[in-house]
C-alpha cells in the first residue's frame, strides 16, 4: 500500500514525462530496486502465504478444468442451437448469422471474449475431433491475436502461434489443405525454428502438387474428451393458435373441494399430445423454498442406460429429490397435483419431487419421459411405466430454455411459477411417441424446474383404459 501511494503521488499529473530528470530517476530507481524490496520484503511472504492458505481453504469449490470445457462446449451449443454468430459472440452481441436480424437476447451489460478465451474454446472443440467448431473459434482467436500481437497479456495462456498450428491442422483435417498450408506458413514466420509445421508445411505442398488429400500428420497433441452428441436444431415453423382446434384457457376445479376456492388456471396448449398449462401454481415464496431445500443435494444429472443411470453430454443439469417428508410446502404441492391431475400420487404411484437447475448452456435433448423398454430402471419401482408428467417452472429465464415437442412441432416457454401438465401413455398403456421433448439450451438466466412423474399403477381407476385398441 506504501508503495502504491508513493507512485499514485509520483504520477498526479497524467502529462508529467520522463523528460523530467527527477522523474526519472525515481522511476528508475522504483525498478531497479524499491520493487524487489516489496517483492522480497517480510510482509509480502506473508502475505503470499495468507494468499496461497486462503486458496486452498476454497480450491475444492472453484471451477476446475472439467466445468471450464463443459462451459466451453455450452457456446458452441448456444452457437448451434440459435444459430449465433462466432464473432458476434465473441463480442458480446447474442445475434443470428446473417445481416439484418434483430438479436436474440440484448445483455444490460455487453461482455467481449479475448482471444486466449476463444482460443479455449476452439481447442476443446478441436481435441474431441470437432473440426467445424474447432475452425470458427480459432479464426475469432487467430484475427484478435493479430490486432494485438506483440502485447503482452497476464491472462493469456495461449498466443498467436498456438492458434494459427491448431487452426491450420483443423482446416487440413476439414480438407481445406491449401488454407493449412497458408496458416502454416504464417506460423512459422513468428516461429522458424519450429520442425514439425516446417514438415506439415512441406507435405502439404506435396499434396497440392499431387492433387489428393491424405489424413495422419501431426498436429498439436490432444487431449481426450467424451465425444459430442448431435444438438436440438431450430424448430420450424409452427401454426397459429387461432387455426387448432379447442385451445382456450379456464377455471378448473376437478371435482376436487382443494380447489374450490381457487380454482386452477388453465391453459390447454396442445391436444395431440394432450398438453397443458396451469399458472399461477405455486408463489413465489414456495418455489424459492423448494429451490433452498434443492440446494445443498443439486448433483450432475444422471439418464437410463439400459439397466443403469449415468451421466450424458445430452443431458446437462444437476439435480436433487425431495421427498414429501422434506418440508410441508412439498407435500402442499404434490397435494395440489393431485388435485389438478385427478391422480393418486401416494407411495409407490409416483417418484420424489425432483429439482433441477439448468446453468450456463443447459439443455436435456430430445426424450421421453416413459420408459420404451422393459429393462429401464423405472420398472424397479413396480408401479408401471410413467403415465403423466408435472413440470414445474420455478424460475424465469431472459432467453432461452424452452421445453420444445419435437414431433408435434411446438414449445412452451418458461413461465415462472407454472406447471406444465402431459400425459406420457395413451389409454392403451403404449407411449405416446408425440410427447418426444428436449429442454432446449438456457441462453441466459438460471433456470430451475421440479418435476413430477407419476406411474400407471394406482391410476386404473382415475384414467381407465379405453375399448379402442388405438387409443
Known amino acids: 500500500r506504501r508503495f502504491y501511494e508513493k507512485v499514485q503521488a509520483l504520477h498526479q499529473d497524467p502529462e508529467a514525462s520522463v523528460d523530467n530528470p527527477l522523474l526519472a530517476f525515481s522511476l528508475i530507481k522504483r525498478l531497479h530496486s524499491d520493487w524487489p524490496n516489496i517483492i522480497y520484503s517480510d510482509e509480502a511472504t ?21 466445468d471450464l470445457d463443459g462451459a466451453a462446449r455450452a457456446l458452441m451449443r448456444l452457437q448451434d442451437v440459435y444459430a449465433l454468430s462466432v464473432k458476434g459472440m465473441a463480442n458480446g452481441v447474442f445475434q443470428r448469422a446473417g445481416a439484418g436480424r434483430p438479436p436474440l437476447y440484448s445483455p444490460g451489460r455487453r461482455i467481449s471474449l479475448s482471444a486466449d478465451d476463444c482460443f479455449h474454446v476452439g481447442k476443446v472443440a478441436y481435441d474431441t475431433g470437432d473440426y467445424y467448431h474447432s475452425i470458427a473459434w480459432l479464426e475469432e482467436a487467430v484475427s484478435l491475436f493479430r490486432l494485438s500481437y506483440g502485447s503482452w497479456n497476464p491472462e493469456d495462456r495461449s498466443s498467436l502461434e498456438d492458434a494459427l498450428d491448431h487452426l491450420a491442422f483443423s482446416y487440413f483435417m476439414a480438407g481445406n489443405i491449401s488454407h493449412a498450408l497458408s496458416l502454416s506458413r504464417e506460423f512459422l514466420h513468428y516461429d522458424p525454428s519450429n520442425r514439425r509445421v516446417a514438415r506439415n508445411v512441406a507435405k502439404y505442398e506435396k499434396l497440392l502438387e499431387m492433387g489428393t488429400v491424405a ?15 448431435t444438438l436440438l436444431g431450430p424448430l420450424s415453423p409452427q401454426p397459429a393458435p387461432e387455426h387448432l382446434p379447442h385451445l382456450g384457457c379456464s377455471y378448473e376445479t376437478n371435482g376436487s373441494p382443494y380447489l374450490l376456492l381457487q380454482p386452477a388456471k388453465k391453459e390447454m396448449v396442445w391436444i395431440r399430445p394432450y398438453v397443458a398449462l396451469y399458472h399461477d401454481f405455486i408463489s413465489d415464496a414456495e418455489a424459492e423454498t423448494i429451490k433452498g431445500l434443492a440446494g445443498p443435494w443439486l448433483q450432475r444429472s444422471v439418464v437410463a442406460s439400459g439397466e443403469k443411470q449415468q451421466k450424458a453430454e445430452y443431458r446437462i443439469s444437476k439435480s436433487a ?23 393418486d400420487l401416494r407411495p409407490p404411484y409416483a417418484e420424489y419431487l425432483q429439482v433441477v437447475n439448468y446453468g450456463l448452456g443447459g439443455h436435456y435433448e430430445p426424450h421421453f419421459d416413459h420408459a420404451t423398454s422393459r429393462k429401464s430402471p423405472l420398472y424397479r419401482m413396480k408401479s408401471g411405466n410413467r403415465i403423466a408428467t408435472v413440470m414445474i417452472y420455478l424460475s424465469t429465464v431472459e432467453a432461452g430454455g424452452s421445453t420444445a415437442f419435437i414431433y408435434a412441432n411446438f414449445s412452451v416457454p418458461v413461465v415462472k411459477n407454472a406447471a406444465l401438465f402431459w400425459w406420457n401413455l395413451r389409454r392403451n398403456g403404449d407411449g405416446d411417441g408425440d410427447t418426444l421433448h428436449a429442454g432446449c439450451p438456457v441462453l441466459a438466466g438460471d433456470k430451475w424446474v421440479a418435476n413430477k412423474w407419476i406411474h400407471e399403477h394406482g391410476q386404473e381407476f382415475r384414467r381407465p383404459g379405453s375399448a379402442d385398441p388405438q387409443d
Open 215 to 229: 489424413r495422419g500428420y501431426h498436429g498439436p497433441p490432444p487431449h481426450r474428451c467424451p465425444p459430442s452428441h
Open 46 to 66: 506473508e502475505n503470499t502465504q495468507a494468499l496461497h492458505a486462503g486458496f486452498k481453504e476454497v480450491e475444492q469449490e472453484l471451477p476446475g478444468a472439467e
Open 321 to 343: 429429490w425431495l421427498k414429501d417428508t422434506a418440508d410441508p410446502v412439498v407435500r402442499a404441492l404434490e397435494q395440489r397435483i393431485a388435485a389438478v391431475t385427478g391422480l
